[in-house]
């Protein structure tokens, strides 16, 4: 029997019955929904709106049936949705008191309520997946501080850089997305319950009490909007979607990096795959895969914002929409950033091979225009006397390395004896000490900042 079969004739068709449910999924939110009436019975009676006894029978049935649930004696089927569900199991255990627990209540406020305790919780089992993360790479780039290695742009190498600062790079992404996280709790912490169906309620409730007894900020300021906002769950998508493209950026690099092309970093064994025709190979699966995930959960996030988009106020069945993408976003999200941690862990890094890389194609290029410049010549006149210094070892099969003094005063006088460790990778790397730059002790101050960050994120 349906929760509001009253005024019906005909039971629902089982085809309309189906289409209708969300038990199958949102089954996932029944310890929220119980946390919720627990809170609920408990300021009713706070209130007098239900007697002491009605509570304790309320309280008592609602713990078995968690306790039941968790023990996996009581399997979630045969109703509609969770809140149907429990509230049912609770009248078919304790009888008439459990008919007392959806008084000044409605599902919409309690959908509302459940979701956002849930998504709360998985916010920050999400940032706390994202602080090993960002400690993972700290610990990389403290193991890395000594070795240099190529930095890029568009691909093609352009100045030497430390090691440390390129791990510290994908540090600063996922603290942001931690700290967006945070940030988002902020948002998701507000409680609709107490909006009813969607104009409030005329019993003498106090939402102070649910409030604090499920460690909301604050409650919601207006019923039509508490049992309407879903704001949350696309700012939730968004966060996760952020992630997935910081962990994709990364998973790009590692593809790149562990070719043979590159050869700077080793897969671990145990994160590779093989091939069942080529017996050679060794492929980057885990990579491709949170790579190609990225897609779906920038689906989710698309969505819910089409979902949201055109719903009058206030409660629509509409909304039922928006668990499923959640749900699966949080799943692909969590898992991604766990087996990036774990293989990340065990990757290693190839350091001879990124040394030679990084003193390869000019890369001190800049140093030199740089040295001339802070010799007086204008950057721009210095730019193009390096150039054509380029130019000439390109055409006599030189490097600015091995090039001699004299070809250097060949291309301008103001060159001495010290262009010559200048143009070494490791000087040019450390020569570049501005905050955030490549040198080890930017790079060593960076590894500082990061921990201190990580360590002060609230949440
Ligand atoms: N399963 C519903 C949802 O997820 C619960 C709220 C139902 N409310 C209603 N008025 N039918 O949105």
């Given amino acids: 029997m349906k929760l509001w079969q009253g005024r019906f004739a005909t039971p629902i068709a089982a085809d309309a019955d189906a289409f209708n449910e969300s038990l199958s999924f949102d089954k996932k939110l029944y310890k929220a ?8 019975s408990e300021m009713l009676c706070r209130c007098n709106v239900i007697s002491e006894s009605d509570k304790i029978a309320i309280h008592d049935g609602l713990k078995g049936i968690l306790s039941d649930i968790e023990n996996g004696t009581l399997i979630i089927e045969g109703q509609e949705d969770i809140h149907s569900f429990v509230e049912n199991e609770l009248v078919c255990r304790i009888g008439e008191a459990g008919k007392r627990l959806h008084t000044a209540r409605s599902r919409n406020d309690q959908v509302a309520t459940d979701f956002r305790l849930y998504v709360r919780e998985s916010s920050k089992e999400i940032i706390s997946l994202l602080k090993n993360l960002v400690a993972t790479l700290v610990d990389m780039a403290q193991k890395h501080v000594h070795h240099i290695m190529p ?9 030497p850089i430390n090691c440390a600062q390129y791990f510290n790079a994908y ?31 005329s019993y ?14 604050c409650v919601s300021q207006n019923s039509l909007d508490g049992v309407s906002d879903r704001d949350f769950v696309a700012e939730y998508l968004f966060d996760c979607s952020l992630v997935m493209a910081h962990l994709s950026r990364l998973c790009e690099d590692t593809i790149l990096y562990t070719s043979t092309e590159f050869g700077f970093w080793e897969m671990p064994d145990a994160y590779s795959t093989g091939s069942s025709i080529m017996p050679q190979k060794k492929n980057p699966d885990i990579s491709e895969l949170v790579r190609g995930k990225t897609g779906r959960v920038y689906g989710h996030l698309m969505a819910i914002l089409t979902t949201i988009k055109g719903v009058p106020l206030a409660y629509n069945k509409d909304f039922q929409e928006d668990k499923e993408g959640l749900f699966d976003a949080e799943k692909t999200v969590k898992d991604c950033i766990a087996i990036y941690t774990s293989m990340l ?14 003193a390869e194609d000019f ?26 210094i380029v130019r000439y070892c390109l055409d006599e099969n030189k490097t600015l390395e091995n090039m001699s003094l ?8 103001i060159f001495e004896e010290d262009i010559l460790s200048v143009v070494k990778a490791k000087n040019s790397a450390n020569a570049r000490t501005s905050v955030g730059g490549s040198s080890r002790a930017s790079a060593r101050a960076g590894i500082k900042s990061i921990k201190s960050r990580l360590k002060k994120l609230r949440y």
């Fill in 363 to 388: 890369t001190c290029a800049t140093d030199v225009a740089d040295y001339l410049a802070k010799r007086g010549v204008p950057f721009r006149t210095a730019h193009g006397v390096v150039g054509k």
């Fill in 171 to 201: 540090s600063e992404m996922f603290l942001r997305d931690a700290q967006r996280f945070c940030d988002g709790l902020k948002r998701i912490n507000v409680m609709p319950l107490g909006s009813g169906a969607l104009a409030g309620t």
């Fill in 33 to 40: 929904d119980i946390t919720a009436s627990l809170a609920h």
């Fill in 151 to 159: 930095g890029y742009t568009h691909l093609r190498k352009a100045q």
């Fill in 406 to 413: 004299a070809e250097y005063k060949m291309h301008c006088e």
């Fill in 204 to 217: 003498p409730i106090d939402r102070e009490i649910t409030r604090e007894l499920l460690a909301f900020d």
């Fill in 345 to 358: 862990q065990q990757i290693t890094l190839n350091v001879k091979r990124m040394e030679i890389a990084a």
